[in-house]
């Protein structure tokens, strides 16, 4: 399975982007994709995931109420709809997949996804 990332850029703090992620099988629709985030130096960290596209959704504290996940299963694509960005947003975002049920406990942990996109540049700043 090939994963597809794009929507990166340079957006002023307050400011909105959408991710998107592609996969290039279903069969991962029914499993659990998910972002994680990465700085230059520091550790990948989770942001975002949904099971079985869109039975639920996960997120972490640092993006509640300001980021959304979301599914098109036609399209294979997992959305990732940024609003109210901050500089601490800016990263290298990475979509996964898997085509297992993840359970709660484990979806923030990377070893939890089988696939990954190549990542995309987001940068907050005035």
């Known amino acids: 399975v090939q994963l597809q990332a794009s929507g990166g850029g340079l957006v002023q703090p307050g400011g909105s982007l959408r991710l998107s992620c592609t996969a290039s099988e279903r069969s991962v629709s029914s499993g659990t994709r998910g972002w994680f985030r990465q700085v230059l130096g520091k550790e990948r960290e989770f942001v975002a995931a949904?099971?079985?596209?869109?039975?639920?959704?996960h997120y972490a504290d640092s993006v509640k109420g300001r980021f959304t996940i979301s599914s098109d299963g036609a399209k294979n694509t997992v959305y990732l709809q940024m609003n109210s960005l901050k500089p601490e947003d800016t990263a290298v975002y990475y979509c996964?997949?898997?085509?297992?049920?993840?359970?709660?406990?484990?979806?923030?942990?990377?070893?939890?996804?089988?696939?990954w996109g190549q990542g995309t540049q987001v940068t907050v700043s005035s």
């Open positions: 996964a997949a898997t085509p297992k049920w993840v359970i709660v406990s484990a979806i923030p942990a990377q070893a939890s996804y089988d696939y």
């Open positions: 949904i099971r079985r596209s869109g039975a639920s959704t």
